[in-house]
């Protein structure tokens, strides 16, 4: 193993959702080891606030506006990267939304939402880069999934089902694809503090903090909420030589709540 191993000098990584949050922050991550990097969100004005979020942090982004549950607009972005800037090296699928709503007062379009973004998205990303992985013999794809790739709560069915189907998508793009030296892996964040995760940290009227934010800060051995920032170490990682021996993997960066029971309330 070499150090340059960890290195991204010459590779292109699309980072989707990407103007703020975790993605901003995982796609910081691979500029920093030498990536360059593209991003898209869902409108012109998140992509101009991202292009100048990157700016302002040292970073030539390129921004594309595409929403990741329409094919056309997912492969004519494609195809409008590879000319501009070159073949995609490194898929981030990272887009995603959740709603928080008790199962049996979700609607059916409300669920099929979540799926279509969370999951749908995904593949239809990955299908539209892996044909050129192919061609180029080598390729990495990390998907974000979750916590609730593995548990589940109140209010989050569609969420938890569109992230555990994440998890075993994964794992079905490494074994069709990994003969093509194709790497496809999963992050799995904790509890992280980005616009997603507000609601759950709102202090509340009485001064007091959110009771799930006490729940979470007493399920997680640190004891606190994690940072986007702690996700791009594992992103540079998995984007890199260093882990080509890795394929259908979920890492979890979670501080440690899928491994602890949680502190007993004083
Ligand atoms: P976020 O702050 O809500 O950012 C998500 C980004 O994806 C936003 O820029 C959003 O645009 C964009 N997006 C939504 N729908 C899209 C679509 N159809 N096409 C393209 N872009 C779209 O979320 P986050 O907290 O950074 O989370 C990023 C990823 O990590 C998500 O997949 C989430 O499920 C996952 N995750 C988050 C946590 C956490 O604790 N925050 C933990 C585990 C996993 P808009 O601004 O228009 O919504
Ligand atoms: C929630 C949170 C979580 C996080 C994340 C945990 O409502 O429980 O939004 O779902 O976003 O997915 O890994």
């Given at each position: 193993?070499k150090?340059?191993?960890?290195?991204?000098?010459?590779?292109?990584?699309?980072?989707?959702?990407?103007?703020?949050?975790?993605g901003?922050?995982?796609?910081?991550?691979?500029?920093e080891?030498?990536?360059?990097i593209?991003?898209?969100?869902?409108?012109?004005?998140?992509?101009?606030?991202?292009?100048a979020?990157?700016?302002?942090?040292?970073?030539t982004?390129?921004?594309?506006?595409?929403?990741?549950?329409?094919e056309?607009?997912?492969?004519?972005?494609?195809?409008?990267?590879e000319?501009?800037?070159?073949v995609?090296?490194?898929?981030?699928?990272?887009?995603?939304?959740?709603?928080?709503i008790?199962?049996i007062?979700?609607?059916?379009?409300?669920?099929?939402?979540?799926?279509?973004?969370?999951?749908?998205?995904p593949?239809?990303?990955?299908?539209?880069?892996?044909p050129?992985?192919?061609?180029?013999?080598?390729?990495?794809?990390?998907?974000?999934?979750?916590?609730?790739?593995?548990?589940?709560?109140?209010?989050?069915?569609a969420?938890?089902?569109?992230?555990?189907?994440?998890?075993m998508?994964t794992?079905?793009?490494?074994s069709?694809?990994?003969?093509?030296?194709i790497?496809?892996?999963?992050i799995?964040?904790?509890?992280?503090?980005?616009?997603?995760?507000a609601?759950?940290?709102?202090?509340?009227?009485d001064?007091?903090?959110?009771?799930?934010?006490?729940?979470?800060?007493a399920?997680?051995?640190?004891?606190?909420w994690?940072?986007?920032?702690?996700?791009a170490?594992?992103?540079?990682?998995?984007?890199?030589d260093?882990?080509?021996?890795?394929?259908?993997h979920?890492?979890?960066?979670?501080?440690?709540?899928?491994?602890?029971?949680?502190?007993?309330?004083?």
């Amino acid at each position: 193993m070499k150090m340059n191993d960890f290195r991204l000098d010459g590779k292109i990584a699309l980072v989707t959702g990407a103007s703020y949050g975790i993605g901003f922050a995982m796609a910081s991550g691979l500029a920093e080891a030498g990536a360059t990097i593209v991003f898209n969100d869902i409108n012109q004005d998140l992509v101009n606030r991202g292009i100048a979020a990157y700016k302002e942090a040292g970073i030539t982004a390129h921004g594309y506006v595409c929403d990741v549950t329409n094919e056309d607009q997912v492969n004519e972005m494609i195809a409008q990267i590879e000319k501009e800037v070159g073949v995609v090296d490194i898929l981030v699928n990272n887009a995603g939304i959740i709603k928080r709503i008790p199962m049996i007062e979700m609607t059916a379009a409300q669920f099929r939402q979540v799926i279509d973004i969370d999951l749908n998205g995904p593949f239809i990303m990955a299908k539209a880069v892996i044909p050129s992985m192919i061609k180029k013999g080598h390729g990495k794809i990390i998907n974000i999934c979750s916590m609730m790739s593995e548990l589940g709560r109140e209010t989050v069915s569609a969420y938890a089902a569109a992230k555990g189907g994440l998890k075993m998508l994964t794992r079905n793009i490494c074994s069709e694809y990994g003969e093509y030296n194709i790497q496809c892996n999963g992050i799995g964040p904790g509890y992280i503090a980005t616009p997603q995760t507000a609601p759950l940290r709102e202090i509340q009227p009485d001064g007091s903090r959110h009771p799930f934010d006490q729940f979470i800060v007493a399920k997680t051995p640190a004891g606190r909420w994690l940072e986007a920032e702690e996700l791009a170490g594992p992103a540079v990682f998995l984007a890199s030589d260093a882990s080509n021996a890795v394929n259908g993997h979920i890492l979890y960066v979670d501080g440690g709540i899928l491994a602890y029971i949680g502190k007993q309330p004083k």
